[in-house]
């Protein structure tokens, strides 16, 4: 059954499992022979979703933390203004990082990010995406693992949203911007 607003599914939740459990052996693969903690970060909101399943696909030991950046609003178009809205608890100096996103587009917020990070000074940083939309790119991002490239269409479900909503379906779809029944 397709929510109202997303006129066409994308990736299917059976299509979504087997991609978490491929990264998930990906990463375990990475991470086998460090002696460095390692520490999942995801950034919220759009995230969480993806990262729960994921780090539940993860055979290492790992703690967790998130951090809040905010540059869409309610738009389907991200501002370019870039605001830490809730940092990490965590300190990430001398550790191996996985950054968790639920999509990389433009690039332009997650370079900014990283550069944050990477100025406090991890052991290693890594980016993990589920989704990858190569055609947006404005700004070159070093993805270590990559669930699946999609079209440049405007997405939702599976933790990411149109203006708060459609982050409880399981599956991507495609966003037709259909809003009545949104509610």
């Known amino acids: 059954m397709r929510e109202h607003g997303l006129s066409k599914v994308l990736i299917s939740e059976e299509e979504i499992a ?87 587009d ?20 890594r980016i993990c995406t589920l989704l990858d939309k190569p055609s947006r790119r404005k700004v070159d991002v070093e993805i270590d693992f990559c669930g699946i490239e999609i079209p440049d269409e405007f997405v939702c479900g599976y933790g990411l949203d149109y203006a708060q909503k459609y982050r409880n379906v399981p599956y991507v779809g495609i966003y037709s911007g259909s809003t009545e029944s949104a509610d």
């Open 106 to 125: 433009t690039g332009h917020t997650f370079s900014k990010v990283v550069h944050m990070l990477r100025a406090r000074a991890p052991a290693s940083l």
């Open 18 to 104: 087997e991609i978490v459990g491929r990264l998930g052996r990906e990463i375990t693969d990475c991470y086998r022979d460090s002696d460095k903690e390692l520490i999942v970060i995801g950034l919220l909101r759009g995230s969480f979703i993806f990262m729960a399943d994921l780090v539940r696909e993860i055979r290492h030991p790992m703690v967790t933390d998130f951090l809040t950046i905010s540059s869409y609003g309610d738009h389907t178009e991200s501002s370019g203004d870039v605001k830490v809205v809730m940092d990490l608890d965590e300190s990430i100096t001398d550790r191996d990082v996985l950054l968790v996103e639920d999509i990389i």
